[in-house]
């Protein structure tokens, strides 16, 4: 595996919004033989190759070290006990595909609302039905560890294979663990959410398979990529201030960076007062780092533009993936 291998999505939202999220870093998925092909590459970018798979595979495949790269969901990431241990590292959440695992009764048991009420209706229910309750979940390991995080021993899972929030009205289990975004599939299935019953708010996620075989090819490529990213996720957070540098400009630029968390991009010598300097500020800090410039008495006018990438000396996505990775 010289290459960099990165899973994305085959098909649905997810994979429309993961190569969404590519293109605007300005890496365009191209697939040689149409859009039916589950292999592509990232147009202009040598030593990658891209594997459209489903979500529940990506997940799998980076936990076993075959792809080096990979958008998943949380959830399903999660689902592995080694997720943020030695096998998979999450890199960087995405901000989309976003949806909560939770806990859901029926809603007619309206005295149960808690995780406390759940175990004590399923110690009941055990003496009453000589058997354990039920609760259907494709989510098996983040399923236990919530429940025994809760102190609720007195169940078992039946493991779901279809719409789980069926499960109840079709008598195959009195209790799910489901993932939902507005809650209306529930709702719908007359199933309410307990009022601690949040076991996971996921989205989307960015990570790295550490078992995977990082050859040099694959480390270069994997610095490409999240270097690409890390500058744009830089620039749609910040403006860029051009200013003529008088005095006063000089003055203010330690306090720039202090209090307005800036960064100065580049600057003419040092006492000369004939250049312009460009200075990286976070949007929200805008308002503040003109009022610095002011308070410290320069005149000069301040023109201010968006960035479509900030490349900068450090690599923060990559330098995180390094750490990990074997030297």
């Known amino acids: 595996m010289t290459a960099l291998v990165v899973a994305l999505p085959s098909k649905g939202r997810l994979q429309e919004q993961a190569v969404a999220f590519f293109a605007d870093a300005g890496l365009n998925l191209t697939q040689a033989r149409g859009s039916r092909d589950y292999a592509a590459t990232f147009e202009g970018v040598a030593d990658v190759v891209v594997s459209l798979s489903s979500s529940s595979e990506i997940a799998d495949e980076l936990h076993a070290g075959r792809v080096h790269l990979g958008v998943s969901g949380e959830d399903l990431m999660h689902e592995h006990a080694s997720f943020v ?69 007195d169940y078992r899972i039946v493991e779901s294979l279809g719409a789980t929030e069926g499960a109840p009205a079709a008598g195959t289990a009195e209790a799910i663990v489901d993932i939902t975004t507005t809650g209306t599939t529930l709702a719908a299935n007359e199933l309410k959410v307990l009022d601690d019953g949040l076991i996971l708010e996921s989205q989307a996620v960015l990570a790295a398979g550490l078992r995977a075989q990082w050859s040099e090819a694959a480390r270069r490529a994997a610095r490409t990529l999240l270097e690409r990213i890390s500058a744009r996720a830089q620039a749609k957070e910040a403006q860029i201030i051009r200013v003529r540098v008088d005095a006063g400009v000089e003055t203010a630029l330690p306090a720039l960076e202090a209090q307005a968390a800036a960064k100065v991009l580049s600057r003419p010598a040092s006492g000369n007062l004939a ?44 330098a995180k993936l390094d750490a990990k990775l074997p030297r």
């Open 275 to 318: 250049g312009e300097a460009a200075i990286l500020v976070p949007e929200a800090r805008l308002a503040t780092a003109i009022a610095l410039l002011r308070a410290a008495g320069s005149q000069s006018a301040v023109s201010v533009q968006k960035a479509d990438y900030v490349f900068t000396s450090d690599n923060p996505l990559y």
């Open 85 to 153: 241990h030695d096998r998979v590292l999450p890199i960087e959440r995405l901000g989309f595909g976003r949806a909560n695992v939770v806990v859901a009764v029926p809603r007619a048991w309206i005295d149960v609302s808690t995780m406390a009420d759940l175990d004590d209706v399923a110690s009941g229910f055990h003496l009453r039905h000589h058997r354990r309750l039920r609760v259907a979940t494709k989510y098996v390991n983040l399923a236990r560890n919530f429940f025994a995080a809760h102190g609720i021993a």
